[in-house]
Nanobody, 120 residues
Framework: QVQLVASGGGLVQPGGSLRLSCAAS????????MGWYRQAPGKERELVAT??????????TYADSVKGRFTISKDNAQNTVYLQMNSLKPEDTAVYYC???????????WGQGTQVTVSS
């Protein structure tokens, strides 16, 4: 079992940028699916981005609503996954959660979440 700590959230104006980090207490190499989710008040949890490892290659995927604006990446040496968020919109306001799973059938482990607020 690993613990995940999400950080980097805050208040930003529309069009601004934030970089979220999810630090794990141990190696994330064998967690083949890393993901970022978000949940806005009164809304369902939404998948934002995933990073899937196959051999030495990592494949990113994104929700249509964030394509071209968000980038997911990871540093195995630092046991950390990142979400770079650019051109932020008020609709991006939510609590962002990270997840580490062995595969798509594994519910995985969750971080505590970090608040992102986009407002002028």
């Amino acid at each position: 079992q690993v613990q995940l700590v999400a950080s980097g959230g805050g208040l930003v104006q529309p069009g601004g940028s934030l970089r979220l980090s999810c630090a794990a207490s141990g190696s994330i190499f064998n967690f083949n699916v890393m993901g970022w989710y978000r949940q806005a008040p009164g809304k369902e949890r939404e998948l934002v981005a995933t990073l899937t490892r196959t051999g030495n290659t990592n494949y990113p995927t994104y929700a249509d609503s964030v394509k071209g604006r968000f980038t997911i990446s990871k540093d195995n040496a630092q046991n950390t996954v990142y979400l770079q968020m650019n051109s932020l919109k008020p609709e991006d306001t939510a609590v962002y959660y990270c997840n580490a799973a062995r595969n798509w059938r594994d519910p995985g482990y969750w971080g505590q979440g970090t608040q992102v607020t986009v407002s002028s």
